[in-house]
């Protein structure tokens, strides 16, 4: 269990869900893991709770004072996961079309998703130059492939996160560093952030709703993800970058049905 022996990694987002489940699975594999979020309490929980190779640090990735107090206080930096997202429906029913949706949560949303990842991409770069190395995932979404016509701010993050990917693999590619950028694009994955969309008399069919379209018929795990996750940091996807990876139960594969029923 060492594909990350001596590496140093850093997850946004790591309070919960995926970014936890990442920085779970990379302690696993040998690294050491600086969790970031803006859930002080719930990130120094998580901290303690995952052994001596964790820490917690407060950070804002829509902040560009925040980025340079954490990685300037950092000795190294070896992986880099930009996995803080929001949907814009954390502050409850509001409007995400592209008729309604207002000029404040269009921007909200960006900032978070889109914004937090070009700064990580340029703080991790600069940190991870002197070593000429390391490895860069941003965490998209299938959301980001496909239109989503009530949650477009967050479609269209997700689609700016891919691209800016490529850009960053590109161009680390240019500079000859061994910097690799990569992209996972997960689509129903059990995470908090389903709460409020799951929210109301009978979650359960709310569930069986969502879940009828998907090929595979379940939820995607943030286990699932972070096994992904722990691949593209180590050396073993050294010839991987400026690419996605998709983890949606088969719904971009084209049109599914029902699996046949067990004998």
Request: charged share 20%; aromatic share 4%.
């Amino acid at each position: 269990m060492d594909r990350l022996r001596n590496k140093h990694a850093l997850v946004t987002g790591a309070a919960q869900g995926i970014g936890l489940a990442i920085a779970r699975a990379f302690i696993d594999q040998g690294a050491t893991v600086l969790l970031t979020d803006i859930n002080d309490d719930l990130g120094r929980q998580q901290s303690s709770q995952l052994g001596p190779r964790a820490a917690y640090l407060r950070l804002d990735v829509s902040s560009e004072h925040d980025w340079l107090r954490v990685v300037n206080d950092l000795d190294r930096l070896d992986i880099l996961v930009n996995n803080a997202g929001i949907t814009g429906f954390d502050r409850g029913p509001e409007a995400h079309d592209p008729e309604h949706a207002s000029l404040e949560s269009w921007d909200r949303v960006h900032a978070t998703n889109l914004r937090g990842v070009f700064l990580g991409c340029r703080q991790a770069l600069r940190a991870m130059r002197p070593r000429a190395a390391g490895s860069i995932i941003n965490v998209a979404s299938r959301s980001g492939i496909v239109g989503v016509p009530r949650a477009a701010a967050y479609a269209s993050s997700k689609a700016a996160v891919r691209n800016h990917t490529r850009s960053v693999a590109l161009y680390a590619a240019e500079e000859r560093l061994n910097i690799r950028c990569n992209a996972i694009l997960p689509a129903a994955v059990r995470t908090p952030m389903w709460d409020p969309m799951l929210a109301g008399p009978d979650p359960d069919a709310a569930i069986e709703a969502i879940t009828r379209d998907i090929p595979l018929r379940r939820f995607g795990s943030p286990e699932e993800v972070a096994s992904l996750a722990v691949y593209l940091a180590s050396d073993e996807s050294s010839y991987c970058t400026g690419a996605d990876f998709t983890l949606d139960g088969g719904m971009l594969a084209g049109a599914g049905s029902p699996p046949p029923p067990a004998d």
